[in-house]
């Protein structure tokens, strides 16, 4: 019997979107169960006590392995499934897309993308009334911060962790096209960037997220455009 797969995910984290631009592109089928985790339903904090996504269930038989959270779950898919190789081939560069993948996980969702999603998408969600401008205008700053270290990067490099495609490249790609659906990307400033995302969004893995649409949220009208 083979390897069965199901992730509980939200379409619109930065998180479920890296697995599911890595299950893409090493091509591994997988069930979908979007999941409101917000109102914490009891089909996911059983499987994850924390209640976060993604969750990643894979089935082989009788046997079952429950997976919980972005990174442990890249790190499987990459150790189980090792080609084609996306952490890097050499020390250096393994190095490299790990640090990066903390980067933008930790830092750029710090300083900038947890403010603009939440104000801009949780809020809504959530119900608890308009955006907060401050907190939005801080948002945005950072985000600006962290596009010209990107953009630096990407004059020196063809991808963000060298010369290879990697996580580093799934994991700011997961978080720019959540605040790019919410309209918020400043592309115009940062050709480099913009240019780096085209081509990420151009390949089949990108396909799903471009489809992606939640009740109430209404993305940007260039967001599913190729050629924006």
């Excluded at 985790?37 to 924390?50: I, M, V």
């Excluded at 897309?97 to 300083?111: C, I, Q, V, Y």
């Amino acid at each position: 019997m083979s390897l069965e797969r199901t992730l509980h995910h939200f379409p619109l984290d930065p998180a479920s979107r890296q697995v599911r631009l890595v299950l893409g592109e090493k091509r591994l089928a997988f069930t979908e169960v979007q999941v409101r985790y917000w109102e914490r339903p009891k089909a996911l904090t059983a499987l994850n006590a924390s209640g976060l996504v993604p969750v990643l269930v894979e089935t082989d038989g009788d046997k079952q392995l429950v997976l919980c959270e972005a990174r442990a779950i890249l790190d499987h898919l990459e150790e189980t499934v090792p080609e084609p190789a996306l952490l890097g081939r050499e020390p250096a560069e393994r190095a490299e897309a790990r640090r990066l993948l903390a980067w933008f996980d930790r830092k750029f969702e710090f300083e900038a993308g947890g403010y603009i999603l939440h104000e801009k998408m949780e809020k809504r969600l959530l119900g608890l009334g308009a955006p907060d401008l401050h907190n939005l205008r801080q948002g945005r700053d950072g985000l600006r911060t962290h596009m010209f270290y990107i953009d630096k990067l990407l004059q020196e490099r063809e991808w963000l962790a060298g010369r290879r495609l990697s996580l580093a490249d799934f994991a700011a790609a997961a978080h720019l096209s959540v605040i790019d659906y919410c309209g918020d990307m400043p592309w115009a400033d940062f050709p480099a960037v913009k240019t780096w995302y085209m081509k990420l969004k151009s390949r089949p893995c990108f396909r799903p997220l471009l489809a992606d649409r939640w009740p109430g949220l209404t993305p940007a009208k260039h967001y599913d455009d190729l050629d924006f």
